[in-house]
């Protein structure tokens, strides 16, 4: 979007308006009153014109001296004071107190970290053995997307053919929220239940490494995840879970003083063992997770993740490149979210039985939010102009979990 069209009294912005108004389509920007209040919050944050207002997002970076350049080089700013958030004493992390277990962890990944997790992501999360959406319809190289791409970027890309053989899962659109959730209770008749891989399309072509890389979506780390029955196929073992990014959210879980989370919260839904916090600092052990590659049309709708056995052991997000505006409401979608902004390096941990369990997704992809330390400048490194070049229009998410009990 350019700066024009965040700026009422601009020309370029009156001229956008009078475009829209005389627009043969029918935009309602009414809200509707089908709508849930997760919903029209998500409708709310997705809307391209008028651009929406972000002084009701929590933005912790827009507060902070030592993020100011990173400020001046976003387009996007939300308040630090959107609503109200308690620091911890110890470190620079901030609790809500309406949604008990959530731990922002703002700038929590140093600059260059940033830009290793992000060649880390790309180069050899995004490929074999792991699995991406793109290894439904397409044959990618044994090399990787990222790695074809740098080498080539028009090299072509095989589709998948329909009839090769194998058993697929009948074609239809995915539900994000699965019926039956993932625990100890469940965990027989969730093991249980056929797994097939999805299907091919029949429509699926040849194309060039530059046009599909924009197509990435997820490449899944740790256990391998179905996303047809919304379960983890634990027949196929727990893979290698990467131990890079494994410590890196162990720091984060052992940096935050849980009893200052958990001190005035009284929970139920802790399990028959009663609260588990005491222990994460020493025993949270990640072994699931999820890279998610966002562009800037790209969203993710509300959703809850339940297929993980531990229901109350953290969940560590670590956001990478473009910013974005992150909902997070309780466990209906009754209740009206709270919006973040999430900037690269931020990390943010869903802990506990109503946190875990709580609706969150990302209705908006912020473009021109790229901090200057992943820009191509004279002082990065050579070979970093394809990633900046990518991250002009991409987020990268690490949602990482504790998939398997502990024991
Ligand atoms: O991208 C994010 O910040 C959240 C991703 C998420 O909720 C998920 O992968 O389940
Ligand atoms: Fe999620």
Request: with cysteine; glycine share 6%.
């Amino acid at each position: 979007m350019s700066i024009a069209l965040l700026d009422p009294n601009d020309p370029g912005y009156k001229a956008a308006v009078r475009r829209l108004k005389k627009s043969k389509k029918s935009f309602d920007h009414a809200p509707s009153s089908s709508w849930t209040p997760f919903r029209a919050a998500e409708k709310l944050y997705m809307q391209k014109f008028p651009p929406p207002d972000l002084s009701a997002v929590l933005d912790l970076a827009s507060g902070e001296e030592d993020r100011a350049l990173e400020m001046q080089h976003s387009r996007w700013k939300g308040s630090p004071t959107a609503f109200p958030t308690r620091r911890l004493r110890h470190r620079n992390a901030h609790v809500v107190d309406n949604v008990p277990g959530l731990v922002l962890l703002p700038s929590f990944v140093d600059h260059s970290t940033q830009r290793d997790l992000v060649r880390w992501a790309l180069s050899e999360q995004a490929r074999a053995p792991n699995e991406t959406n793109l290894d439904a319809h397409h044959v990618l190289p044994a090399s990787g997307l990222w790695q074809t791409f740098l080498t080539d970027p028009s090299s072509v890309i095989a589709p998948k053919h329909p009839s090769d053989g194998a058993i697929h899962e009948r074609e239809g659109p995915r539900q994000l929220v699965n019926n039956v959730a993932g625990g100890l209770d469940t965990f027989a008749e969730l093991n249980a239940m056929p797994k097939l891989p999805p299907a091919p399309s029949p429509n699926a072509k040849a194309v060039a490494a530059s046009s599909l890389l924009p197509r990435l979506r997820w490449a899944n780390i740790g256990y391998s995840y179905h996303w047809g029955s919304k379960s983890y196929d634990f027949s196929k073992g727990n893979g290698v879970f990467p131990e890079r990014i494994a410590e890196l959210c162990r720091q984060a879980v052992a940096s935050v003083d849980w009893q200052e989370v958990w001190k005035d919260v009284d929970l139920d839904g802790w399990g028959n063992e009663g609260p588990d916090w005491p222990s994460w600092a020493t025993d949270y052990s990640p072994d699931a997770g999820i890279v998610n590659f966002y562009q800037l049309s790209d969203t993710l709708m509300g959703h809850v993740d339940r297929s993980e056995v531990s229901a109350t052991s953290p969940l560590v997000s670590i956001s990478l490149g473009s910013a974005a505006v992150f909902l997070i409401g309780s466990t209906t979608r009754d209740t009206p979210p709270l919006p973040i902004l999430l900037r690269s390096g931020d990390v943010l941990i869903m802990s506990g039985p109503h946190c875990r369990r709580a609706y969150h997704g990302v209705p908006r992809i912020l473009d021109k939010t790229i901090p200057p330390h992943l820009k191509q400048s004279p002082e990065s490194d050579e070979d970093w102009a394809p990633y900046a070049a990518y991250l002009e229009t991409t987020r990268i998410n690490a949602n990482v979990r504790q998939g398997m009990c502990k024991d």
